[in-house]
């Protein structure tokens, strides 16, 4: 079986596991306190051309997610969210466990919300009568790719930016597939882009190279502040807060991170032609590491023998949409073994 | 500088690394499915005689205690707990964050508490003619070995058990250091006793040759129930969760737990029997990793420049107590230099 | 200003507030321990038919549903509730803030959902591969009348139940208005069968001829457990406790309930039925206490300068959903005065 | 039985129950937006002597202190209180339930805290270097009179402010029984030292003649922002808001808070030194309404029946602390009664 399904089937790219080895018998304080933690920061804030950013490690999405929002919102605040997004559908109810209602906006298959979308939400409950009865916006959760692997623009960022700046509402971007994203043909926005529009973000390591671990990035000030009391609340601060620190290190001292994104997404590019070539229409066009056809049922079973692939929904009687992942891991030779299956099972 | 300030400032164990190493670009299913989860859960039951048990594995401490407690309480229902447990002090607030009140009873510095003052806690509220005003006593929080390196002996966790199963009350306990807790050389108790007695533990791996991980051991048929669930909502569940699988699975496979535990242990005893010859008295006795000797703050001083130590509290005008850790990583050299520099930086 | 905008715009009927008077300086034990307390838990009992039910007094609508809402749910669970439930927008986020998430169903304008509509749901849950990254549906919130005055028919509310239990769905009734359903025209249940469909529900006292005042029904084993911690808990335990019992005794001892229930719907149909007259359709069509006609806005603005109304939602450009609610305290020759100023704004 | 158990055995002071019948047909709008909300804001402002002070009615006390401190902590901090206080031991873990710990602080029987012991807790915090895994100080909460009827004094409470404004923590004052200990023989302050050394307390009306009813008065800026949220969140926003306004219009009217208040006093003190007369020591001896006797148990049991009591603890083998409360509606031939009974009984 050839694994197509997720991003995160193997474990980490060679140099980190390398260096967790050479690195193992160092002994080092605690809860990312760190020299290596440190070195992980100053790389991260110097990608990001922000000195004044601060940057922590957690594990994992959820963890993450969980812990910056319940940081951001008061009591009686909600967060506004794709209705498709992460933490509104795929995350157990931590938001809400949290105390936090996930509001959830209208999107499309791509998974995106706009600026506008923003506003009239923020106008709508701030000019209600009865506003103290109903949730009060509190901030606002973008996926960048989302969900379905589509990415933001940098105009579409710039005005979400400027308005959630104007209702007064932190942007928090989940970058758990960041590098992806920036490493999309269409893309045309870097690191320091997102670091300038966002007030919060992270940098997915998880799915991007490393064994786990997502590196916030704080430049609002209020977040920044005793943040790492919540980290270690959330049940987020690693003891050995190093291997975190290692990992990031790793993949922000050459540009790794960018190169092992990129050759992602050389892979689902190539898929995504051969799918086109077929004459597949896509569930969510996308440039990114996630390609979501839409294909008969009948070639998706004869695939499903070698292949593995996530189940997305049934489009009609005799189709499915299902996603096909690559990742930095995945080797071009199990690409074109999966094209020739696709070219062969879809000839009529 | 030599660290023996905690256990936890090394990586793992060096066939722990290894085997990360070589199962690296293996594809499996995420979040814990994957065939080295089910090896690890296989090998733990048996360890533990308790093919019935339900064995989950997540990253660290805070956030086992934290998904554990909020899994077995009712809202208005709280812990009982040691005034000095890890849960009432250094989790940042970690349990009351999920809603519940830590039922704090009194202990002296082992940490311990007793079958009776569980007893007493229980009946004193159930007898209150005002209960429904206060925190119903809903479960039981230990640690073995405590905070301050104490351990159970069978006889006591006996009672302990017997108690809460006539009160309703599950038992937890946290086993962080539970290696290093059945290694002593006073223990009376094994695994499979701690399973028999406990109605939820864990086995740590953080502190005990792991890079991380707690391996949940739930005997009670309620806590199961949907305990996965609870483990996504809290973030605890690690998308690659096989590199908890491996870890467990090469600490249990031919006894390594057992092995590494016993090191650490000899190493604390070798340095509890230079303190004792020293003539220091101890904050809290211990045959186990963490040494809390009483010592004249000028010593501690000299110390200082090349060993690393905790300070605990200080005692009086001119004394400290202070902990030196052991682990599994410990290296008897770097015990020897430092029982040489207690010696004669305590020589008259 | 004669108000016809909601139904809470009085104090208590004047046999309440007499009651009040006479027992003003009776001693009593707080919390709902009284006499009186007592004597109207066992009218209530005899009302629904149900010897067995638990019956506790709380003041307010949402402070029960959160009550009763988490008092009922795990930690994972959230609650399936119709979108444009009371708990789903008008509670600024209470359920969410005891942690769990409001499980919208998608309504019409009616405000019901069906029995399918909760199996549908809870069928997909529990068929999906990822159902652990999922908010598992946990129990069902219907309100009767809805927000917008439907009822629920004998029919639907038995294949509701028995879907409910099929599923192990505690099924819960929001009855704020309850009289005024039971007292429509097209209803064909008693109290005795929402009783004996419903695992727990309210009668509504604040709307309905009390000052304030929900009377809450359990009649599941495992909602009784301990109720009375939670409504400590959730600060709904009204110190003078008797003021809950004293008002109940009234509403219950004669039907007073039923007659003034009775009052309002009699004052609502001769308002729907001048609507009608008048050409008038309706956003929601019921025969409740709440008339939602769509009105042309320049009609509602000559009405609006001595008559009251609930805007709700404009139709299109020219035209408004509005509410009128009628209560027991209603006087007839307002309605009539109503009637005559809609019937002269809307002649041509 | 004559009840000096608790003072809120009767219903409301009689020009209350008069001014709710006088209003009971007028048409209001909801949750507090009505005139005799507004004139009830204005009557305490004047009292407060602060024109800046938001003023907010909420039905009870444990409703009132949860929202309240929510409302002002951020998720990683507690609340400091003394360890008698009503919301670390009566409440149900109502705090918890929010997410936050109670500090406690160590008290004596009389249940006061000082504004050093404040300050030690804070510093001690913010210097200890694992104070990221701790509860952060946010706010302290105090009660006057007490759990067990002591005051503040102006240079206790003052000193306390000033402590609380260096480290940055609001003071709530918890003020269930404020007209008693305002109304105190040894009492030094006044309604307007309060409001200045306060952030945010409430005047008690539910002991002290309403029927129900606190009024939080709120001088910080940053908590008066959107607490309207938190009230009708935590579900203590009434439905029929002008049944709070116009009880405190009819308290502070014409300082019939304070006439009702210095009866209960008087009371109190007559039956004080009654019991002093009769040789009886306390277990906290105080000049509000709550007298706290130590007396022999046989005499304890000839009171009890006629006489009713709270019993607060066994302080040796024959004697036992037991409480008897006077209030506004304490009639001078009952505590006649009493003090004869008790003479009667207490002759050798």
């Known amino acids: 079986m050839i694994e197509f399904q997720c991003d995160y089937a193997e474990g980490a790219h060679p140099k980190i596991m ?23 920061r100053r790389l991260i804030r110097q990608a990001c051309q922000r000195e004044d950013a601060d940057v922590q490690f957690l594990v994992g999405g959820t963890q993450t997610n969980t812990t910056i929002i319940c940081s951001v919102l008061k009591p009686y605040q909600g967060v506004l969210a794709a209705a498709s997004g992460h933490i509104n559908v795929h995350e157990s109810g931590a938001i809400e466990a949290t105390g936090h209602k996930v509001l959830a906006l209208s999107c499309g298959h791509d998974g995106k919300i706009s600026a506008d979308q923003i506003r009239e939400a923020y106008e709508m409950h701030m000019n209600d009568g009865n506003a103290e009865h109903m949730v009060q916006p509190g901030m606002v959760y973008i996926s960048n790719p989302t969900e379905n692997g589509a990415i933001y623009y940098k105009k579409e960022l710039e005005d979400i930016s400027e308005v959630c ?19 999309a043909e269409d893309n045309d926005m870097t690191l320091a882009d997102i670091a300038r529009f966002c007030d919060v973000f992270y940098i997915g390591g998880t799915k991007v190279g ?7 990035v704080i430049t ?11 980290i270690k609340q959330r049940g987020g601060m690693l003891a050995k807060g190093r291997l975190l620190g290692i990992q990031f ?7 790794l991170y960018w190169r092992i994104s990129k050759h992602a997404i050389d892979m689902a590019m190539k898929l995504k032609k051969a799918l086109v070539e077929c004459g597949y229409s896509f569930y969510a066009e996308n440039n990114t590491n996630q390609q979501l056809p839409i294909m008969p049922d009948d ?16 489009t009609d009687s005799t189709n499915s949409a299902v996603r096909f992942c690559t990742s930095w891991a995945t080797k071009e030779e199990n690409v074109d073994a999966l094209i020739n299956a696709i070219k062969k099972y879809s000839k009529k």
Chains 1, 2, 3, 4 share one sequence.
């Open 18 to 40: 390398e260096r967790l080895m050479t690195t193992n018998m160092d002994q080092t304080p605690g809860y990312g306190m760190d020299v290596y933690c440190d070195e992980a």
């Open 165 to 183: 700046h104007k209702c007064g509402l932190p942007l928090f971007m989940d970058g758990a597939r960041l590098g992806y994203g920036l490493m």
């Open 210 to 216: 490393a064994l786990f671990g997502e590196a916030v």
């Open 220 to 230: 609002d000030p209020l977040i920044k502040k005793d943040f790492r009391y919540m």
């Open 249 to 255: 290190q790793v993949l922000f001292e050459d540009g």
């Open 299 to 314: 070639v998706l079973e004869k695939l499903s023998h070698q292949y593995s692939y996530s189940f997305w929904e049934k």
